[in-house]
């Protein structure tokens, strides 16, 4: 190696030390630039599967149809399915009448903090069931026996309003002093929250485990 290049790298035309803090500064700029670049596109890649309509998360609307949950063997996870209408208690919602259900339904779980018990999305606690995928949950068939109603939407609402009055584990959830349109709300939240494609989060569910 040519005298006077140990230690030392050529840029552009003239030589810089490494020990020499423009090097270094230098190296710094440039991969903050590239890191905030690919953070940049990481986040706009991510907003678009996140966002409402995005390809991870329905439409508010999507309360209007029917929502099931398959096993999909290409990907080895389960996967909501959006099938034919089936509007919430019979009545077809717009858009925006959808978007007022979800922002009075969130209201109702952070102000009741729901998330005390319950876990949503990963977050919250383990003491009471998992609301992520709660509108999919084959219980509801007995429960609409248990609450007298005629539909899965009704039970959930006669639910959210007297727990105390269906009270069938030793953990009782509280009256929690829930009016008939915030648990309508709630269980529309409920509804459309079941619809998003959360990679198979939480594991088998609605599906008995056996040991092997």
């Keep these: 190696m040519p005298k006077g290049f140990i230690g030392k790298v050529r840029l552009g035309a003239r030589l810089m030390q490494y020990d020499d803090p423009k090097f270094w500064r230098a190296g710094a700029i440039s991969t903050t630039v590239v890191m905030a670049i690919a953070l940049g596109m ?3 890649d991510s907003l678009e599967a996140i966002t409402p309509g995005g390809s991870h998360v329905p439409p508010y609307s999507v309360i209007n149809r029917h929502i099931g949950y398959v ?3 290409r990907l080895g996870r389960d996967m909501p399915v959006i099938g034919a209408d089936e509007p919430l208690f019979g009545k077809p ?3 925006t009448e959808a978007a007022a259900f979800m922002e009075r ?5 952070q102000s009741r903090s729901c998330i005390n018990c319950h876990t949503f999305m990963g977050n919250g606690a383990y003491y009471a069931p998992d609301l992520t995928k709660a509108w999919l949950d084959p219980a509801w068939d007995t429960w609409m026996a248990i609450t007298g109603a005629d539909t899965k939407e009704e039970a959930m609402v006669r639910f959210l309003m007297a727990p105390e009055q269906y009270a069938t584990w030793l ?3 509280p009256n929690l002093g829930i009016s008939r349109d915030e648990a309508v709300a709630t269980v529309a939240y409920l509804k459309w929250l079941s619809s998003i494609d959360t990679n198979g989060f939480p594991i088998h569910f609605g599906r008995p485990q056996t040991s092997r």
Excluded: W
């Excluded at 339904?105 to 779980?109: H, N, P, S, T």
């Design 42 to 44: 990481l986040t706009v």
């Design 93 to 95: 919602v717009t858009e």
């Design 105 to 109: 339904g969130k209201l109702v779980i």
């Design 171 to 173: 953990r009782k959830m």
């Design 71 to 73: 096993y999909n063997g």
